[in-house]
């Protein structure tokens, strides 16, 4: 069918270079000897050695010699989860789309602090009693409002495009996979892992600073004339929100 080759990559290959891919996916170890992916694969030592080398020459895996033996590696820009072969193609547009939403969320994020930052300054006592010259008052809250306002518009888009990237891929992903077995126990529902741990350390770390930082900033607004107390408290969950959300991409 037409639409086949709109999802999925065209292969003369006996194996489609996506399952030799997916035994590095798969697999717990970070390097992978030749025979090692042949025991996976339905092909030889030496043909693994080919198709592997020619994937290297793609920069889609990496090998070196380690005592007369070839070992291999994903390339660091490959994709960590395992890709069906029938919608790679799909796939790996999906992925690319991903990364430039990533980038325009990181933008946006950017412009939002600039912009929230730009409001902030022009309302205490720091721009009156050290002003730019030139600037006045109105024209940088102006240019606040102005970066905010885009920044979060382009942010909350991009979010959302990631967002159904996410739902795509799985209902594609679903459509072409079986589905799993059922786990024979219940041990692994509802079990702390050791990163929700951390994670949960991490925000009872910040949460402190960042409602006293909310604080702060809210009473600085609702000092000054053109600051209602509710919209200070606002712009304050505002700011804080964007710092938040600028940690975690970050550490993504």
């Known amino acids: 069918m037409k639409w086949r080759k709109l999802v999925a990559t065209d292969s003369d290959n006996d194996v489609h270079d996506e399952e030799i891919l997916n035994v590095f996916r798969r697999s717990d170890d970070e390097m992978l000897g030749n025979a090692n992916v042949a025991e996976v694969v339905d092909l030889g030592t030496e043909r693994v050695k080919q198709r592997l080398q020619t994937l290297a020459e793609e920069d889609r895996v990496e090998g070196k010699k380690i005592g007369g033996s070839w070992v291999w590696t994903l390339d660091r820009d490959e994709r960590r989860k395992p890709v069906p072969p029938n919608i790679d193609r799909l796939i790996h547009i999906l992925v690319w789309i991903d990364e430039k939403a990533r980038l325009v969320i990181t933008i946006g994020l950017l412009a939002a602090v600039t912009g929230l930052s730009l409001l ?58 079986k589905p799993r077995p ?44 053109t600051f209602s107390p509710l919209a200070a408290a606002v712009i304050a969950l505002l700011i804080i929100a964007v710092i938040v959300a600028a940690i975690f991409d970050s550490g993504r």
């Open 182 to 225: 059922a786990e024979p126990t219940g041990r692994s529902r509802g079990q702390v892992t050791p990163r929700l741990i951390l994670g949960g350390f991490v925000l009872v770390l910040i949460a402190g600073p960042l409602a006293a930082a909310a604080v702060d900033i809210q009473d600085r607004l609702a000092s000054t004339s």
């Open 120 to 177: 902030y300054w022009g309302v205490t006592e720091a721009f009156i009693i050290s002003p730019v010259s030139g600037i006045s008052p109105t024209m940088m809250m102006a240019a606040g409002w102005s970066f905010t306002v885009t920044g979060g518009l382009f942010t909350g888009a991009a979010g959302l495009a990631v967002l159904g990237l996410r739902v795509i891929e799985r209902l594609a992903i679903s459509r072409v996979t």
